[in-house]
């Protein structure tokens, strides 16, 4: 069963279905070009001939077979007609032209990267395969013509070889048949075996690589189908019913070339006007629903592709970030819909973007997008490594007394504004405002891959952003304290599932709390762990020396600990 079920599995992935509709098109094509063919070869005389016979007769008339299949000879039939290799005598229409023949090579060569990809065990291009599903419909529809146009070389040569040189007319008939089965396989391969690409092929495919992506490829836009279908099943009808009674009555237009006033009195007869006034008059309103099709065809482009191309413009414009670009809603039909559901997603996605705008100035943004990203509350939290940096503002409480409130908060904006500046330079993630307090970590987890030397660097661009923000003297001076201390972290959303804040914990990020408050014992701006300095590559920060100072014991720590002022070199 299993043996029988990968078979099965194997077959189907051959797309045979592809082929068999193909070849049915074609089929279908060629006989409605052999009808129209044989039905345009009527030899009208004989037919008049022999219908006189049958009136003359009185019901004595006599059918012969032969007389009556000479009528469906081609115009021009001679008895010279060479034989078929069997001996026996060649009809019209019997002998394959052979013109769909090599369309199953062809299929065969452009779709073998998809059969590779199904049978052959080694990696596949996988963007060449998508671009040929997706121009597989645009290849159907160019072997169609292509075949359709063969087919008329051959006819024309088929006949000149057993009939003689093709006349105008003749050539006309085959001309005619061609772009009969031209327009109808191209139509029905677009259609009918776009749809099995679609459902058959592409589906599949996509479905196990990237289904919500793009595709690339030659697209055949809304207006070609469109205008394929009115040439296939409008244009082309209505021009045959003007072409096939002025062809049978091809030899009296003919012969109205040349007339003397008195041949045309003779040939302008009661007889031949009911014959012509018809023809003029079907010519006529044809010519009319003819310029009605072409409009047609120009508003739909106007009324459907357009608005439709302009919206996927829209939505490039949006993936690549701009939301400023709403669409007006004129109507309620389906395109109205279309762009009024559009706008709603693009509120949508505007407030996303100030959520998470919003979220980043109290979190950062880093950290607003990793928990964005990953789609779900984690509760338990994620152990990483991390250099934490601590920095606080000496003597802030008389300095908070002496300010009003609002100046407070304002002197605490600009300070801030200068401090914070070197943190995110080297892609620190604030995690949090402590009062006169920042908090940051840097961590591979968030992009920095050395950390330590990312903590370090920043805390002198914080020395430095210090000294510019006293420079400006708007507030009393100010001095800070920085310490940092690198270890292992718990890192995670810690609350509810109502309300959360991501933070870090662990002992790591208390020790770096009191390294910080012990600069103001040290005497320093800056003190580094031990555990900061032993990764550290001092050859990265010319003009800085780092002083190893006494061991230090902490509190709640039973082992003292080494730290190290940061000053310029001596």
């Known amino acids: 069963m299993k043996i029988f079920s990968s078979f099965w599995r194997g077959f189907h992935k051959l797309h045979l279905g592809l082929y068999l509709l193909f070849g049915l098109s074609i089929a ?109 419909p645009l290849v159907l ?72 992506g793009v595709k690339s490829g030659f697209a055949i836009n809304l207006t070609l189908r469109y205008a394929l279908m009115m040439f296939s099943l409008a244009m082309v009808p209505l021009l045959l019913s003007v072409y096939v009674p002025i062809y049978a009555n091809l030899d009296f237009f003919a012969g109205l070339k040349n007339l003397t006033e008195a041949q045309a009195e003779k ?46 413009k829209r939505m490039k414009a949006v993936a690549a970030g701009d939301f400023d670009c709403k669409t007006s809603v004129l109507y309620n039909d389906e395109l109205g819909q279309l762009k009024g559901h559009f706008n709603m997603m693009l509120d949508g996605l505007v407030e996303r973007d100030h959520i998470k705008d919003t979220f980043g100035r109290y979190v950062s943004l880093e950290i607003a997008e990793k928990i964005m990203k990953s789609g779900r509350v984690n509760l338990a939290g994620e152990e990483i490594q991390a250099t934490v940096l601590f920095s606080d503002i000496r003597g802030f409480t008389p300095l908070s007394e002496a300010l009003p409130p609002k100046d407070l908060i ?102 770096a709390s009191r390294i910080e408050s012990h600069t103001k014992t040290a005497g320093t701006e800056i003190l580094l762990s031990e555990a900061v300095m032993s990764g550290l590559d001092r050859g990265r920060f010319p003009g800085i020396d780092f002083i190893e100072g006494e061991p230090v014991l902490m509190k709640g720590k039973s082992k003292p600990l080494v730290l190290y002022k940061v000053g310029p070199a001596v």
């Open 267 to 312: 040939l302008f007869n009661y007889e031949n006007l009911k014959m012509v006034a018809p023809m003029v008059l079907v010519s006529l309103l044809t010519a009319v629903l003819l310029v009605f099709q072409a409009l047609s065809i120009f508003l739909y482009r106007r009324n459907v592709h357009a608005p439709i191309s302009a919206l996927v």
């Open 141 to 212: 529809f160019s072997l169609s013509w292509a075949i359709a146009l063969l087919g008329y070389f051959t006819k024309v040569a088929f006949y000149a070889a057993h009939y003689g040189p093709a006349a105008g007319k003749v050539k006309l008939v085959f001309a005619v048949s061609s772009l009969l089965m031209g327009t109808f396989v191209s139509y029905l391969n677009l259609e009918l075996t776009g749809l099995y690409i679609r459902e058959r092929m592409a589906k599949p495919f996509f479905l196990a690589n990237n289904p919500h």
């Open 28 to 136: 279908f094509g060629n006989l409605t070009a052999q009808f129209f063919e044989r039905y345009s070869m009527i030899d009208l005389g004989l037919v008049k001939t022999e219908m006189q016979r049958l009136v003359d007769s009185k019901g004595a008339y006599s059918f012969s077979k032969a007389t009556w299949m000479q009528i469906f000879k081609p115009v021009n039939f001679t008895e010279t007609e060479a034989p078929a290799p069997d001996g026996k005598p060649l009809k019209w229409g019997a002998k394959k032209d052979g013109s769909g023949d090599p369309y199953v090579l062809l299929l065969l060569i452009w779709l073998w990267p998809l059969y590779k990809y199904y049978f052959s065990k080694k990696p596949q291009d996988l963007r060449r395969i998508e671009k040929r599903l997706i121009n597989l």
């Open 410 to 511: 304002r002197f605490l904006n600009e300070y801030f504004a200068y401090i914070t500046v070197p943190i995110a330079g080297n892609k620190g993630v604030i995690n949090k405002f402590i009062g006169d307090a920042v908090m940051a970590i840097f961590s591979p987890v968030f992009g920095v891959e050395d950390h330590k030397a990312a903590a370090v660097r920043a805390a002198l661009g914080m020395r430095a952003a210090l000294k510019e923000f006293n420079a400006l003297g708007r507030y009393p001076e100010v001095a800070f304290g920085v310490g940092v201390h690198s270890g292992g972290l718990v890192a995670g959303n810690v609350g509810t599932e109502a309300r959360l804040e991501y933070t870090v914990l662990g002992d790591t990020v208390n020790v």
